[in-house]
């Protein structure tokens, strides 16, 4: 049977078992909805209202400043609909992922007289925002920043606390995306000095289809989900009990893995496969010098097609993944990398190695027995790389 080694963690992490134990019973037995009055209701209320206690400690919060949702999505989604309204200015990023960025150009072209106008701030050639770039961009109709704490592609940290105080002395809300910085590097929303912060339960071990929203007291947020009155009426829709209860847990066990160091054995192993890869020759790293997630690392290696190297990993058991999205049968370079400043070329050979709690060194191993070489023979399959080296 071919080994498997997953280092794709910031796509999706296993459920740490401890979850799923945990989960297992509110699937079975304890089934009831989590608003009714009897027995079965308060059982699982009282599921809830715990899970919302941890995730509440893992970031600093009061247990009330949490509303969970489905994920990152909803999270993201949440906080930007839920301030921005008709001639309101926000201001993003242009690494942002997705959630974010979408989000924020549906704002820009709704209709009038809903239309909000967006500034979306470059970054660096380490994947930074210039705090002061942030600042030069407000504009007396500035309502949100949204700047996310860690890049999915990269690992790459913005300078969030930063932002907060410019956000505070402005009077702007300010949300941040913690999606890929929730339990692996640890979290205080008041240190951050954020209004709304973004997590999703699969990132940290927890299941997928469960995340939440911290809400600072006092925030105004319109719900995107109207019906009931659930989560106090910030997000309408009988909870998942079984997935908070699990990102609940998770939560639990990620502020445990600090109180142990785990951040540091994390990075320790995150550099040893870095290091080891970057002797490969014509390889670099994206991100170089600026501070990163301690389980992120994102590498090119000129002259090959990233998906190509994936997908030669792949049929030998490592899971690895590209920044590049794939959309309509032609492979768009990163557009995290592209803002970075990268040829498109670099950007399509980059490839992303993301760690989770499960990985041990000798999975680490097991990628460096197999990534040079592979990494030879596409490049000896290249003319592009082939014209390069004469
Ligand atoms: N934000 C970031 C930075 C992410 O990496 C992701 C997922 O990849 C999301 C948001 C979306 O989260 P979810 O998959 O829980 O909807």
Redesign the pocket.
């Given at each position: 049977m071919t080994r498997r080694v997953y280092l794709d963690n910031?796509?999706?992490t296993p459920v740490l078992p401890e979850v799923l134990e945990a989960m297992r019973p509110y699937f079975g037995e304890h089934f009831g909805n989590a608003s009714s009055i009897h027995h079965h209701g308060q059982e699982t209320r009282a599921a809830v209202e715990r899970a919302r206690e941890s995730v509440a400690a893992l970031l600093g919060c009061r247990a009330s400043e949490v509303v969970f949702t489905?994920?990152?999505?909803?999270?993201?989604n949440l906080a930007i609909f839920g301030l921005a309204r008709s001639g309101d200015h926000v201001i993003t990023s242009t690494v942002?992922?997705?959630?974010?960025l979408n989000t924020c150009k549906r704002l820009a072209k709704h209709p009038e007289p809903r239309r909000c106008e967006v500034t979306c701030i470059p970054v660096d050639g380490r994947g930074l925002v210039d705090p002061a770039d942030v600042k030069r961009a407000i504009r007396p109709n500035t309502k949100l920043i949204t700047i996310?704490?860690?890049?999915?592609e990269t690992g790459v940290a913005q300078p969030v606390a930063e932002i907060g105080k410019i956000a505070a002395e402005a009077d702007i809300y300010f949300h941040t995306?913690?999606?890929?910085a929730a339990g692996k590097i640890p979290i205080d929303v008041n240190e951050i000095g954020c209004d709304l912060l973004?997590i999703?339960?699969?990132?940290l071990h927890g299941p997928?289809?469960a995340?939440a929203l911290y809400v600072r007291k006092g925030t105004q947020l319109e719900p995107m989900l109207i019906g009931g009155s659930h989560e106090r009426s910030r997000r309408a829709g009988t909870e998942n009990v079984p997935g908070i209860v699990g990102l609940g847990k998770a939560a639990e066990l990620a502020r445990a893995g600090f109180e142990r160091g785990d951040e540091r054995k994390m990075a320790d192993a995150r550099d040893h496969l870095e290091r080891e890869l970057l002797d490969i020759e014509a390889t670099g790293l994206n991100g170089e010098g600026a501070p990163r997630v301690p389980n992120t690392t994102n590498i090119y290696f000129d002259g090959i097609e990233g998906e190509a190297l994936v997908i030669a990993l792949d049929l030998k058991g490592l899971a690895v993944s590209t920044g590049a999205a794939c959309s309509s049968g032609a492979i768009e370079p990163s557009h995290v990398l592209t803002a970075m400043g990268l040829r498109s070329d670099r950007a399509r050979a980059s490839i992303r190695f993301s760690l989770g709690k499960q990985n041990t060194l000798e999975d680490v191993d097991f990628a460096l027995g197999l990534i040079p070489e592979t990494v030879g023979r596409l490049r000896d399959l290249s003319p592009v790389y082939q014209r390069v080296r004469v």
């Open positions: 910031n796509a999706t489905s994920g990152g999505t909803e999270g993201d942002e992922h997705h959630a974010v996310m704490f860690a890049n999915n995306d913690a999606v890929q973004t999703s339960g699969h990132k997928q289809g995340g």
